[in-house]
């Protein structure tokens, strides 16, 4: 029996002993009361700097729902009107500066929906030809065609994806200055690059044989973009952009850059036309559409909630340390009789 207890004892060092060198601090209102002093200064600071920046960006926003019936798009909010095109007019006091970035917006839209997040094949969106025979059941509906033809890429996400389209323009001595919107980079490199994936098949559209295209689109994957060879299938940037799901139920998505030509510096003061090929509904939801044009600072775009939770941090703890210093003071130092 001492043997047993003997062979089990850990071993006499400091480690299995614990007796290893320790710091252990001994926190004192000398120590933790101007510490919160320091905390609660520091983010004051950068609460201010956060703020002031944010300030100092420049948004744009224009709502084109429809829904109002003064509004251009009124007609085009009309489930039933196909291909219609509306236009909005605005004006810009002083310089907006560059480099300017065009967002869409969507609200009451839940991407974050679990069911709805499901719904994708991510071996299909890798390039396995294997799964565009046999989609994964996660994609219900939206797995295969009344004629159960597969549909690539399937699921509901791919198939909601956002398909109004976009022409700026400045109005210059009554005529009409093509605005060159860059469309290049504005998905993330981890999807462009690691996480989405075409087929190894030349021509592309050849991988795509037996298949359909989500009921929704207008053109297969292989055609998204007419322009551009390169920007098509699973790595057009506009579906990598649709595809990384919103949190939050009033969102925006990078559309486009402006930063080419006589605009790179910004968009001039002056007068300017957005033609809008109004295809995606979403008054079914209750929702609404608008176009967001921002530029950016170091701190990333406009958020001023940022800036207004590091005040009220830093004033709590500055708060908190002058209560702290009060209790000090009284229990420390007891009045005498």
């Excluded at 996660?138 to 976009?166: H, L, R, W």
């Excluded at 055609?223 to 579906?239: A, C, K, R, V, W």
């Amino acid at each position: 029996m001492v043997t047993n207890e003997a062979t089990n004892r850990p071993d006499n060092t400091a480690f299995t002993q614990q007796r290893l060198p320790a710091w252990q601090p001994m926190l004192s209102a000398g120590i933790i009361i101007p510490g919160f002093v320091l905390i609660g200064l520091a983010f004051i600071g950068i609460g201010v700097a956060l703020f002031i920046t944010s300030r100092s960006i420049q948004v744009l926003e224009l709502d084109y729902t429809g829904v109002e019936q003064n509004s251009p798009c009124f007609r085009c909010s009309d489930p039933d009107v196909r291909d219609c095109v509306c236009t909005l007019e605005f004006s810009i006091n002083t310089l907006f500066e560059g480099p300017v970035f065009f967002y869409y917006g969507l609200s009451n839209y839940f991407q974050n929906y679990r069911r709805y997040g499901v719904s994708r094949d991510d071996n299909q969106l890798y390039g396995d030809l294997d799964s565009f025979k046999s989609p994964i059941d996660e994609c219900e509906p939206y797995k295969y065609n009344g004629n159960n033809q597969p549909i690539v890429p399937c699921g509901s996400i791919a198939n909601s994806m956002f398909n109004d389209t976009f022409r700026l323009f400045q109005i210059v001595n009554g005529q009409q200055r093509p605005v060159p919107l860059d469309g290049k980079g504005i998905a993330w490199w981890t999807d462009y690059n690691i996480k989405f994936r075409n087929p190894s098949v030349t021509p592309l559209r050849n991988a795509f044989n037996g298949t359909v295209k989500p009921p929704f689109w207008s053109r297969p994957a292989y055609e998204l973009d007419t322009s551009d060879p390169t920007n098509n299938g699973f790595i057009n940037q506009d579906f990598l952009v649709w595809m990384r799901r919103a949190a939050l139920p009033d969102f925006q998505k990078l559309y486009r850059r402006i930063t080419e030509g006589d605009y790179a510096e910004g968009l001039p003061a002056g007068t300017y036309s957005l033609e809008i090929s109004y295809n995606y509904p979403v008054l079914s939801f209750n929702g609404r559409k608008k176009v967001v044009f921002s530029n950016v600072s170091w701190m990333g775009g406009k958020n001023e909630f940022l800036g207004i939770a590091y005040l009220v941090i830093g004033s709590l703890c500055v708060v908190m340390s002058v209560v702290m210093l009060i209790v000090y003071a009284k229990f420390k130092f007891p009045e005498e009789d």
